[in-house]
């Protein structure tokens, strides 16, 4: 008998060859850890605002499994390399467990920072559920069909000077430098993204995550693609720091709609090249 996904952990399955993934979306925080936490606004700062909301209603119309997490990042993020790793070596990001906001605030009290039997629970009780549940879909989906694209739904300020200089492009696709998807869905996503006059890069700052880079097997008939937008692109920004009470803005979807309908047309080509193989 099939196990029952834990409350905060959502799966809509549907047979369509492409899913649709929110690793980043979430604000639950057990109050437990909060407790711990400098601040609740500071450990919910850095969520993916409004990314569901933003492809929810395309990825249902298109047929796509949706795997969501509600648990905030700084709990444990599901898209980081559980053996603690750093994806960008050399580069500031953020950890398996984060310590500090993308801006350096310290998430912990002095003395509650979690050691390594706290992070080895929550990868037991929080990350090794969603990549079950997504690694289980893949799975689903790929025996019905000989290929499954997985789309890896971001967002993230605009300005953020200690990760990257300068502005971030709207557009940030991420195929692990090419290794994740077939190098043409990769540019007809690159070309959409430029059709619709936003700005975009391919494997630039961000190349993809533990997600699209552990999932995205092309031989395996597996395409992954991390999509990882700047804030302006879909919601009201300033650019800058932010404070509690100015962020998030909230979410306005006649402002949505023009980046809206550039995912749409990428989901589209992403469901298009699972089924025939050509985008």
């Known amino acids: 008998m099939a196990t029952a996904n834990p409350s905060w952990l959502t799966v809509q399955q549907r047979d369509a060859p492409l899913i649709v993934s929110y690793p980043h979306t979430g604000t639950d925080i057990p109050s437990d850890i909060e407790a711990r936490c400098v601040s609740a606004w500071l450990a919910r700062k850095d969520a993916d605002w409004w990314i569901d909301q933003l492809y929810a209603d ?32 050399g580069q500031n990001t953020t950890e398996l467990v984060p310590t500090a906001t993308f801006d350096g605030e310290p998430l912990w009290k002095p003395g509650q920072v979690p050691d ?15 990549h079950a549940a997504l690694g289980g879909e893949i799975a689903r989906l790929r025996a019905q069909h000989p290929r499954v694209a997985l789309y890896d739904c971001h ?10 200089e300068g502005e971030l492009p709207v557009m940030n696709i991420g195929t692990n430098s090419g290794a994740a998807c077939a190098l043409q869905l990769q540019d007809a996503i690159a070309s959409i993204s430029e059709a619709g006059d936003f700005s975009y890069i391919v494997n630039g700052r961000f190349k993809g995550g533990y997600i699209t880079r552990h999932y995205g097997q092309p031989g395996q008939g597996v395409h992954a693609v991390q999509m990882e937008l ?18 998030p803005m909230p979410f306005d979807a006649d402002y949505a709609a023009p980046i809206r309908d550039a995912l749409r047309a990428i989901l589209e080509t992403c469901l298009r090249f699972a089924k025939e193989g050509t985008p």
């Open 58 to 89: 395309m990825a249902q119309e298109l047929g796509a499994t949706i795997v969501h997490t509600a648990i905030s990042r700084t709990v444990i993020d599901v898209n980081r390399d559980p053996s603690g790793v750093s994806l960008y070596p």
């Open 116 to 130: 390594a039997a706290q992070i080895a629970h929550r990868r037991a009780i929080y990350f090794a559920p969603y």
């Open 155 to 164: 967002s993230i300020r605009s300005v953020i000077p200690r990760l990257f």
């Open 230 to 247: 700047a804030c302006r692109g879909y919601m009201h920004e300033t650019a800058g720091p932010v404070s509690e009470g100015s962020w």
